[in-house]
Nanobody, 124 residues
Framework: QVHLEESGGGLVQAGGSLRLSCAAT????????MGWFRQAPGKEREFVAA????????AYADSVKGRFTISRDNPRNTAYLQMNSLKPEDTAVYYCAAVRTSDYKLISSEYEYWGQGTQVTVSA
């Protein structure tokens, strides 16, 4: 069993930065790949970024590539999403998720555990 809790969301002006954290409880965090997804009002949940169990391989949605960075600290059971050069279209609820495998997935349905989400609002 893995419990995930996001933090770090908030209101920021366009061009600003936020760092999201995802704290995990459970013994298997370090063996699981992690992902970040987001859902804007009226839209489907979409993939943002993912990282493998060791933090040596990452993937990003084209819309955030070059602006967002996913990382993890296994001894601290925490994953991060550093978001720079934020745009109003980045406004959404951001969720972290854990997958059963050590290699990351890009599809939300393949993730087993989810956090409750944290709101990110970017003003123009």
């Amino acid at each position: 069993q893995v419990h995930l809790e996001e933090s770090g969301g908030g209101l920021v002006q366009a061009g600003g930065s936020l760092r999201l954290s995802c704290a995990a409880t459970g013994r298997t965090f370090s063996s699981r790949a992690m992902g970040w997804f987001r859902q804007a009002p009226g839209k489907e949940r979409e993939f943002v970024a993912a990282i493998n169990w060791r933090g040596t391989s990452t993937a990003y949605a084209d819309s955030v590539k070059g602006r967002f960075t996913i990382s993890r600290d296994n001894p601290r059971n925490t994953a991060y999403l550093q978001m720079n050069s934020l745009k109003p279209e980045d406004t959404a609820v951001y969720y972290c998720a854990a997958v059963r495998t050590s290699d990351y997935k890009l599809i939300s349905s393949e993730y087993e555990y989810w956090g409750q989400g944290t709101q990110v609002t970017v003003s123009a």
